[in-house]
T-cell receptor, first 113, second 114 residues
Framework: AQSVTQLGSHVSVSEGALVLLRCNYS??????LFWYVQYPNQGLQLLLK??????LVKGINGFEAEFKKSETSFHLTKPSAHMSDAAEYFC???????????FGRGTSLIVHP | KAGVTQTPRYLIKTRGQQVTLSCSPI?????VSWYQQTPGQGLQFLFE???????NKGNFPGRFSGRQFSNSRSEMNVSTLELGDSALYLC?????????????FGPGTRLTVL
């Protein structure tokens, strides 16, 4: 079954700095990959999703992710962090023959003024 | 369109009790999934209902059960609560539940078991 690994449970950046959150998928090229964000005391919200054929995916709030088959990666980036980006970020992939997403362990983004 | 709603938002129970959580999906969404979120285990899939039938199930004991009504609203029940059941329980709906469909999450129910 497909799975994703998120490297780094916490990432700390200064406001205005580049944000890079890492996600690697487990095996064969998945047809879909997702990034979700969870703000404090809220549910998850879709940031962006990858579908076969696209390599650079643009999402909401200035985030984007690049699909790299050679590296089995789908890292999330944002050129300039804002205080409001502080949240938990989850990478997800449909699992096996089911379309139910399997989530990574999450990365907490901390933004310093 | 109203989003996914979950009630109650917070719940405190004691060991051995049972609890029922409710989820109302976005209008028109027929698939409802439930997840348990804890600091130690992260987000874990409990089960998914589609048209009143359980279509997928995660690896949880039988104490965890659910159902879906004809209006797509869903409930999940946990019997004989244990301390380890303390978690944020998230409900998500989607239409029509295919792989590339976005899941829309509710704010969750925070369950504390004392």
């Amino acid at each position: 079954a497909q799975s994703v690994t998120q490297l780094g449970s916490h990432v700390s950046v200064s406001e205005g700095a580049l944000v890079l959150l890492r996600c690697n998928y487990s095996s064969s090229v998945p047809p879909y990959l997702f990034w979700y964000v969870q703000y404090p005391n809220q549910g998850l919200q879709l940031l962006l999703k990858y579908t076969t054929g696209a390599t650079l995916v643009k999402g909401i709030n200035g985030f984007e992710a690049e699909f790299k088959k050679s590296e089995t990666s789908f890292h999330l980036t944002k050129p300039s962090a804002h205080m409001s980006d502080a949240a938990e970020y989850f990478c997800a992939v449909p699992s096996g023959g089911s379309y139910i997403p399997t989530f990574g362990r999450g990365t907490s983004l901390i933004v310093h003024p | 369109k109203a989003g996914v709603t979950q009630t109650p938002r917070y719940l405190i129970k004691t060991r051995g009790q049972q609890v029922t959580l409710s989820c109302s999906p976005i209008s028109g969404h027929r698939s409802v999934s439930w997840y348990q979120q804890t600091p130690g285990q992260g987000l874990q899939f409990l089960f998914e209902y589609f048209s009143e039938t359980q279509r997928n199930k995660g690896n949880f004991p039988g104490r965890f059960s659910g159902r879906q009504f004809s209006n797509s609203r869903s409930e999940m029940n946990v019997s004989t609560l244990e301390l380890g059941d303390s978690a944020l329980y998230l409900c998500a709906s989607s239409f029509p539940g295919q792989e590339n469909n976005e899941q829309f999450f509710g704010p969750g129910t925070r369950l504390t078991v004392l």
